[in-house]
């Protein structure tokens, strides 16, 4: 039986969040105030607003849970665990308990 090359690393394709929990790509932090004042780069202001890229099984058959995947939400950044899935790494799973808002189109 041939040997499996332990050097090679198998890509990982999805990410799907387990239990209560959603992935959700974080939005792009701001480099310039609403005022039109650019921001030097050494200084960051965490943004945490994002998309649900993917919701767990539990989140998808929840009646009383309303994210759904697309969805742009307001999230807690203090209790996301960040994916190190892509190399600017933007995504993140987050229990639903820490997203707190869902924009909405009326």
Do not use: C, H
Not at 5 to 16: M, P
Not at 29 to 56: A, C, F, H, M, Y
Not at 73 to 93: R, W
């Amino acid at each position: 039986m041939p040997k499996k090359d332990e050097s090679k690393t198998d890509a990982f394709e999805t990410v799907e969040p387990i239990g209560k929990r959603v992935l959700i790509r974080k939005d792009a932090d701001k480099k310039q105030t609403k005022g039109g004042i650019q921001l030097p780069d050494n200084i960051e202001i965490p943004t945490i607003t994002g998309r649900i890229v993917s919701v767990s099984a539990e989140v998808e058959t929840s009646e009383e849970l309303p994210l759904r995947q697309y969805d742009k939400v307001l999230f807690n950044p203090k209790g996301a665990i960040p994916v190190d899935f892509e190399g600017n790494n933007k995504l993140f799973v987050v229990d639903v308990e820490n997203v707190v808002a869902v924009f909405r189109k009326s």
